[in-house]
């Protein structure tokens, strides 16, 4: 018999997670306490862009297997097990803010203490190490007047999954991490993901506090490689006929090394990677640990974006006054977030400078007004973007900005100057624009 289960906090990690888990035939409820977030879903609507999510929540709520709900209580009552999933956004000094986790925990403890039958709760958002067993255990425990292992247990199970393909990953993760409180609770989560994926997915079971350092240190190894890669290409542009692009093809065919994460360009942006970074800095100095390769990580990842800007002052002098087409305001592409996106910083140092920016994104439009307002213009065509306009700055690499030809560029624009902040065009195909590109000698 399939358990049926319900999903505190329903972002990207929790609706993915529950439509998914619905969708192969367990019955779940998806709790958040976003009223218009739960109306949004119940009708079919997607809270966020991200493919596949709003065609699986139509086909989870039409057959009844995923139910949105504001009310965790009765959620909990109807389900043996509980996956927690609510943010942990920065606090000021980089460290991670608990206090949705606190609260899920002793709303999920004030819930288990009217409960006879054995439940498993699962932390799946990401927390800095040892926060389970000292916070997520004891919050549930007062609340609930029962010991861990006794009548409850409790597992940490880390995502790994990107936006963009966050369904996909779901589906197709490369490994499960298990990190559990006791041995019941471990198999019970195991058992649940073999009758999830019904073939061989490796699952790796650990303590909860392993399982909480492997979250982040994939993402601080993730976010190395991408800084790796852009101070190599940093380094390329100062070289006649060097090109990044070219050497991290051939490094990366080094099975030690492995191709992935290897794409020079603008930094990394996302609500991941950024985050999870300071949180692990922060964890470090409360160890009393230095993470110097952490903190260049990030030291890098900072200065990057402006050298879109200085590349386009380096092709058409002077930005004051001139009109610039940001190509591109998602963090990266197939997604219409844009926290901590590099467009961001891109835009501000372009203002900073005088230029006038127009910028043009397929998804991620509605983001930028809240963020810009008035100060900054919005077309609604890659075309219309860089028409009349003096330099074009490619930010995201959407696909579709990809299939703009140069004679786009030489037709609509004032001057055609581009610069090429992910790697997208084809160099050799070029002639007679002005053209740069990160990581291009
Ligand atoms: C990241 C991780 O990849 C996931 O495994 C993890 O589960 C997730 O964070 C999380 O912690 O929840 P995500 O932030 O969705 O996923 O996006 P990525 O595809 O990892 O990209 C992150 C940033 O790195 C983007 O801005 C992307 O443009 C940049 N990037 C990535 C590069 O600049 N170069 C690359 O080669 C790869």
New binding site residues.
């Given amino acids: 018999m399939k358990p049926s289960i319900s999903v505190i906090g329903l972002g990207y990690?929790g609706l993915c997670t529950a439509v998914c888990f619905a969708a192969k035939g367990f019955k779940v409820y998806g709790a958040d306490i976003d009223e218009k977030r739960v109306n949004d879903l119940s009708k079919g609507k997607s809270p966020i862009y991200e493919p596949r999510l709003e065609e699986f929540i139509k086909k989870t709520l039409r057959t009844r297997m995923f139910t949105p709900t504001t009310d965790i209580d009765s959620a909990l009552a109807q389900t043996s097990m509980t996956f927690v999933s609510v943010g942990t956004p920065s606090l000021r000094d980089g460290s991670i803010d608990l206090s949705s986790v606190k609260h899920a925990s002793s709303a999920i403890g004030n819930s288990l203490g009217k409960k006879r039958d054995w439940h498993l709760v699962v932390i799946r958002s990401?927390v800095v190490p040892t926060t389970c067993d000292r916070v997520v255990k004891p919050e549930i425990e007062a609340a609930s007047s029962k010991q861990c292992g006794q009548g409850w247990g409790l597992c940490v199970n880390p995502?790994?999954?990107?936006?963009?393909s966050a369904i996909h990953d779901t589906i197709y993760p490369d490994r499960v991490v298990i990190g559990e409180s006791d041995e019941r609770s471990g198999n019970t989560l195991s058992s649940l993901y073999r009758m999830f994926f019904r073939r061989n997915v490796i699952i790796e079971r650990m303590s909860m506090t392993n399982a909480e350092l492997v979250k982040y240190a994939?993402?601080a190894f993730?976010a190395m490689k991408?800084s790796f890669?852009n101070m190599i290409a940093n380094l390329c542009e100062t070289v006649p006929l060097a090109d990044v692009t070219v050497v991290t093809h051939a490094i990366g065919l080094d099975r030690r090394i492995g191709p992935?994460?290897?794409?020079a360009?603008l930094?990394?942006?996302?609500?991941?990677?950024p985050k999870?970074l300071k949180a692990l800095v922060a964890f470090g100095k409360k160890q009393n640990v230095d993470l110097p390769l952490a903190l260049a990580t990030a030291e890098i990842n900072e200065k990057q974006p402006l050298r879109a800007v200085d590349l386009g002052e380096k092709l058409i002098g002077d930005l004051s006054g001139k009109r610039v087409a940001v190509l591109g305001l998602a963090?990266?592409p197939d997604t219409d977030d844009m926290r901590e996106a590099?467009s961001i910083p891109v835009i501000r140092e372009l203002l900073k400078r005088q230029a006038h920016v127009v910028a043009y994104d397929p998804k991620a439009i509605q983001q930028a007004v809240k963020i810009f307002g008035t100060s900054i213009s919005y077309a609604e065509s890659a075309a219309n973007c860089i028409r009349g306009s003096e330099l074009s700055i490619l930010v995201t690499e959407w696909k579709k900005l990809g299939e703009l030809k140069p004679q786009d560029f030489k037709r609509l624009m004032k001057q055609p100057a581009l610069v090429d902040g992910r790697r997208l065009f084809d160099p050799s195909q070029l002639a007679g624009l002005k053209f740069a590109a990160v990581g291009l000698g």
């Fill in positions: 990690v990401t995502e790994f999954l990107k936006e963009g994939s993402n993730l991408v890669v992935s994460f290897l794409h360009g930094g990394y942006g996302g609500s991941c990677f999870d963090f990266k590099v």
